[in-house]
């Protein structure tokens, strides 16, 4: 399930599959940041460049050669 070194796992794979899917559905306009489970905070001008660099950095389709 986990799988060795040399090779991915059921769950790895899934997990890769999942975010880089995700990560391409990603509106590029960030409102909202959450903080915790249910609040919402507003995002501010100044702070939303950080946003998308971090979100873009995390959700990077990594290509192996």
Do not use: W
């Not at 959450?34 to 950080?50: K, R, V």
């Amino acid at each position: 399930m986990f799988g060795t070194n040399e090779e991915a796992g059921l769950i790895s794979k899934c997990f890769h599959r999942i975010f880089r899917n995700i990560g391409q559905n990603i509106d590029n306009k960030v409102l909202f940041k959450p903080i915790g489970l249910e609040n919402l905070t507003p995002t501010i001008d100044s702070d939303l460049d950080m946003e998308i660099t971090v979100r873009n950095y995390i959700f990077k389709d990594e290509k192996v050669e």
